[in-house]
């Protein structure tokens, strides 16, 4: 079987364009790597209607410069080990833009814009947002984000790792919409656990204004 043989139809209209991050954690220490973007569709994949989440790279959004509203097509591989995905689909290929979309008519938040560089994002930083505010009202966002993570619970034993979803915003810290929500913990070797507090995410944020 060649490697096309893998790869699925999938088309339909952008609801989303944001940064996929992949987020690593070792107790109180954090690393992050900056994939790509996250098109967010509602469309067809594989014949089936549905939502869906395709990965493209960096140099697919620096040429099509897609945004909320617009509609493409591609083929894609499905992915197969979604611990460390966010995205349903990846390794696409034959990506087209079919339309533009219109200019977004309501005011932000949320931004719909075509999102940054993903360098941008990284000398932002980000703060943790309450998953329910994700879901409900930051899913359609540029600045919020839904990071896979993996955790290295014990450094002498690197194979013994947990998997979640965590979700930040990387947008201005002055945004109505924001919702912090609890403080995230990080499981440790021999039942030991870190607490990532308010601090954390000041820290990373300190060098912004509240509407930078």
Excluded: N
Excluded at 8 to 14: F, I, K, L, P, Q
Excluded at 60 to 73: I, Y
Aim: glycine share 10%; net charge positive.
């Amino acid at each position: 079987m060649t490697g096309t043989d893998w790869k699925v139809d999938w088309g339909g209209e952008v609801l989303s364009v944001q940064p996929r991050i992949r987020l690593t954690r070792s107790f109180d220490q954090r690393s992050h790597s900056y994939l790509g973007y996250a098109l967010r569709v509602r469309g067809t994949l594989a014949g089936e209607a549905k939502e869906f989440v395709a990965a493209i790279g960096k140099a697919a959004q620096a040429k099509h410069q897609f945004r909320a509203g617009d509609r493409v097509a591609g083929k894609g591989e499905h992915i197969l080990d979604t611990r460390t995905e966010a995205a349903d689909l990846y390794k696409v290929s034959g990506l087209k833009a079919l339309g533009r979309g219109g200019e977004a008519v309501a005011s932000p938040p949320p931004f719909l814009d075509v999102p940054p560089a993903l360098e941008v994002y990284r000398e932002r930083g980000h703060r943790r947002l309450a998953a329910k505010t994700y879901a409900t009202k930051c899913s359609t966002c540029i600045w919020g984000c839904e990071m896979a993570v993996e955790m290295i619970v014990d450094q002498w034993k690197p194979s013994v790792r947990r998997y979640r979803r965590e979700t930040f915003c990387y947008g201005p810290k002055s945004c109505p919409l924001y919702a912090a929500g609890p403080t995230r913990k990080v499981p440790g070797r021999k039942g030991m656990s870190w607490e990532e507090e308010d601090w954390v995410d000041e820290d990373a944020t300190a060098h912004r204004g509240p509407d930078d």
